[in-house]
């Protein structure tokens, strides 16, 4: 049974900074990249940040800037979303996503096999 479990998110003032967390179970977390993605009420889901199944390489939605941070422990089976600088338009549901690391399609969403449940990230003016 693989499973996929959000935290982190949460009511943030504009400016404010937050990291979500993943953690997985029941699955070989060490050979998969992991996607961060998001989804605002009435848009579609969209690529924020993946990582390779070793964290050598990371990859991040260009039109985001470098607010976001992506990481890894593979001895704990968790990816972090570290997100600085928060805005109202990141206001979203953010998911954690996992398929096998075949070195491509790290932004595609359809690849990825196995979703969490999603945290509400709300951002304040």
């Known amino acids: 049974q693989v499973q996929l479990v959000e935290s982190g998110g949460g009511l943030v003032q504009a400016g404010g900074s937050l990291r979500l967390s993943c953690a997985a179970s029941?699955?070989?977390?060490?050979?998969?990249?992991m996607g961060w993605f998001r989804q605002a009420p009435g848009k579609e889901r969209e690529f924020v940040a993946a990582?390779?199944?070793?964290?050598?390489?990371?990859y991040y939605q260009d039109s985001m800037g470098d607010r976001f941070t992506i990481s890894r422990d593979n001895t704990k089976n968790t990816v972090y979303l570290q997100i600085n600088s928060l805005k109202p338009e990141d206001t979203a549901v953010y998911y954690c996503?996992?398929?096998?690391?075949?070195?491509?399609?790290?932004?595609?969403?359809?690849?990825?096999?196995?979703w969490g449940q999603g945290t509400q990230v709300t951002v304040s003016s």
């Open positions: 990582i390779s199944w070793n964290g050598d390489n990371s």
């Open positions: 029941g699955r070989t977390f060490g050979s998969d990249a």
């Open positions: 996503a996992a398929k096998t690391d075949s070195g491509a399609g790290y932004a595609w969403v359809d690849l990825y096999t196995h």
